[in-house]
C-alpha cells in the first residue's frame, strides 16, 4: 500500500515569492493533516481536514497560508507571499476516520531566502 | 512551558544496554499517547501507542502514569539501528491534532 506522498521534496524560493506544497493521503484515508517544522522547534500543528472541510485549522499562523482540499482526495498548501519565518519542514500525514494514529509523508523542505 | 517535555538527550549508549525515555505532558485533557520515531531529514514513524495499562512491542515497552501525566519508552537490548529520535506525542481529547514534544535523540554505539 502506497503511504502518504507530498511534492516537491526541497522548494527553495525568494521572499515574497508563491509557493504550493502537495500531498496525497493514504487511499481511503479522509483524515488529512498538515504539521510544520521550523529549525530547532518542535513539530506544530497547522490544520485538519475530513474529507474535503476543514475541522480544525487553530494551528494556521496566518492569513498568507491557504490549505484546500477539493474533493477530499489530494490536499494543497499554498503560501503567499512567503516570508523569511516561514521556512521549514512542511510534513503532511493521513488517518482513516474513528483511528487517531497518524501517518508521515517524507515533508517538504522550503526554504525562504 | 511547553505541551509535551522531553530531555533532548543525546543518550548515548552502548549495544546491548537499555535505555529508557520519559515525557511529561500539561494537558490533563490529553486522550491518546504515542511515540514515534524520526531518523535524521525523515518522516516521523509510528513506534506504538500507549494504552492505560501498559504495553510492549518485542524489545520495546511503553508506559503512561495518568495521575502524574507522564510517558516512558524502555529500549531493552539496543541495537545500532535503534539510533534516531524518539518523539513523544498526545493528543486532546475532542480533537485528532498532534502536539509533538521536541524529540529525545538516541545514539546507540558499537
Known amino acids: 500500500e502506497a503511504g502518504v506522498t507530498q511534492f516537491p521534496s526541497h522548494s527553495v524560493i525568494e521572499k515574497g515569492q508563491t509557493v504550493t506544497l502537495r500531498c496525497d493521503p493514504i487511499s481511503g484515508h479522509d483524515n488529512l493533516y498538515w504539521y510544520r517544522r521550523v529549525m530547532g522547534k518542535e513539530i506544530k500543528f497547522l490544520l485538519h481536514f475530513v474529507k474535503e472541510s476543514k475541522q480544525d485549522e487553530s494551528g494556521m499562523p496566518n492569513n498568507r497560508f491557504l490549505a484546500e482540499r477539493t474533493g477530499g482526495t489530494y490536499s494543497t498548501l499554498k503560501v503567499q507571499p512567503a516570508e523569511l519565518e516561514d521556512s521549514g519542514v512542511y510534513f503532511c500525514?493521513?488517518?482513516?476516520?474513528?483511528?487517531?494514529?497518524?501517518?508521515f509523508g517524507p515533508g517538504t523542505r522550503l526554504t525562504v531566502l | 512551558r511547553k505541551e509535551v517535555e522531553q530531555d533532548p538527550g543525546p543518550f548515548n549508549v552502548p549495544e546491548g544496554a537499555t535505555v529508557a525515555f520519559n515525557c511529561t505532558y500539561s494537558?490533563?485533557?490529553?486522550?491518546?499517547f504515542f511515540w514515534y520515531r524520526q531518523d535524521c531529514r525523515k518522516e516521523p514513524k509510528l513506534l506504538m501507542s500507549v494504552y492505560s495499562s501498559g504495553n510492549e512491542d518485542g524489545r520495546f515497552t511503553a508506559q503512561l502514569n495518568r495521575a502524574s501525566q507522564y510517558i516512558s519508552l524502555l529500549i531493552r537490548d539496543s541495537k545500532l539501528s535503534d539510533s534516531a529520535t524518539y518523539l513523544c506525542?498526545?493528543?486532546?481529547?475532542?480533537?485528532?491534532?498532534?502536539?509533538f514534544g521536541t524529540g529525545t535523540r538516541l545514539k546507540v554505539l558499537a
Open positions: 500525514a493521513s488517518s482513516q476516520v474513528g483511528l487517531n494514529e497518524q501517518f
Open positions: 506525542v498526545v493528543s486532546i481529547s475532542g480533537t485528532y491534532k498532534y502536539i
Open positions: 494537558n490533563s485533557a490529553s486522550q491518546s
